[in-house]
């Protein structure tokens, strides 16, 4: 089965720094690739998301960036938040109808 | 808007007893629907994806079942529970057609087999 190899698996940052989470996956025909975030006891909502015919897409203080040469792709969160503390996925589809979802990555930001 | 319903929120069931989980989707029509399930502090399982009524593709050999009795409406279910079946069950759907849609999650069904 394709992978979505997702690092860090935890992550603590201090309030106002730099959260970022890293993304690999092997499937090449791959055209949409989201972030979710998941707050415990929530199911995952998308929180942004990027097609690679884009290199960078910026909502607020998130930012995808997308390498395809590496088959990565990031998530930055800037001027973190306590708020932010969450679970973070990646995902990549898998199949024609599939996705199949990163590890997680756990973010605490510390007040 | 489209908007997912998932119930029960919360169920504890002793080892042995039958489970029915079941979720809607409103506001969109031949949806993709699908079941995953996450063990505590773990990722996603994907357990079964249907891309239309009656047709369910099974991901994982297990003690569960899923359904797809009309468009919009899709069930997870167990004649026998095992302990290992203690989980969070999330009911997702995405728009009709190949990946590449987003996928949207239901609020989760807290399962504890006892």
């Known amino acids: 089965q394709q992978q979505v190899k997702q690092s860090p698996q935890s992550l603590i940052v201090q309030k106002g720094g730099i959260s970022i989470i890293n993304c690999a996956y092997e499937?090449?025909?791959?055209?949409?690739f989201p972030w979710y975030q998941q707050f415990p006891g929530k199911g995952p909502a998308l929180l942004i998301a990027?097609?690679?015919?884009?290199s960078e897409k910026k909502e607020g203080r998130f930012t995808i960036s997308f390498n395809k040469s590496a088959k990565q792709f990031s998530l930055h969160i800037m001027d973190s938040q306590p708020g932010d503390s969450a679970t973070y996925f990646c995902?990549?589809?898998?199949?024609?109808?599939?996705?199949?979802f990163g590890t997680g990555t756990r973010l605490k930001v510390l007040a | 808007s489209q908007t997912i319903h998932q119930w029960p929120a919360t169920l504890v069931q002793p080892v042995g007893s039958p489970l029915s989980l079941e979720c809607t989707v409103e506001?969109?029509?031949?949806?993709?629907l699908y079941w995953y399930r996450q063990a505590a502090g773990r990722g996603l399982q994907l357990l079964f994806y249907?891309?239309?009524?009656?047709?369910i593709s099974s991901e994982v050999p297990q003690n569960l079942s899923a359904s797809r009795p009309q468009d919009r409406q899709f069930i997870l279910s167990s004649k026998k529970l095992l302990l290992s079946d203690s989980g969070f069950y999330l009911c997702?759907?995405?728009?009709?057609?190949?990946?590449?849609?987003?996928?949207?999650f239901g609020e989760g069904s807290w399962l504890t087999v006892v």
């Open positions: 499937n090449t025909a791959f055209d949409y």
């Open positions: 997702a759907w995405s728009g009709p057609g190949h990946s590449g849609n987003t996928i949207y």
């Open positions: 249907s891309v239309g009524i009656g047709q």
């Open positions: 995902a990549g589809p898998s199949g024609t109808y599939k996705y199949i």
């Open positions: 506001g969109t029509s031949n949806p993709n």
């Open positions: 990027i097609r690679p015919d884009v």
